[in-house]
């Protein structure tokens, strides 16, 4: 995620959406949080959880 911001800006809907493209690929996998809910779903609220706590 984080290097996907680094290289798009903080543009949500694209880096989720570049973000989940990884995850079905399996390019990235979930380290944690691995509860039945869309690779959509979790990298907008990886993606929000990163702002909040600032490491994105």
């Given at each position: 995620?984080?290097?996907?911001?680094?290289?798009?800006?903080?543009?949500?809907e694209t880096v989720?959406?570049?973000?989940?493209?990884?995850e079905r690929d399996?390019?990235?996998?979930?380290?944690?949080?691995?509860?039945?809910?869309?690779?959509?779903?979790?990298?907008?609220?990886?993606?929000?959880?990163g702002e909040r706590?600032?490491?994105?």
């Amino acid at each position: 995620m984080r290097q996907l911001v680094i290289k798009h800006g903080r543009k949500p809907e694209t880096v989720c959406a570049l973000y989940s493209r990884a995850e079905r690929d399996g390019i990235v996998q979930r380290k944690s949080n691995k509860h039945a809910i869309s690779p959509e779903q979790y990298a907008e609220r990886l993606y929000r959880d990163g702002e909040r706590k600032g490491w994105l």
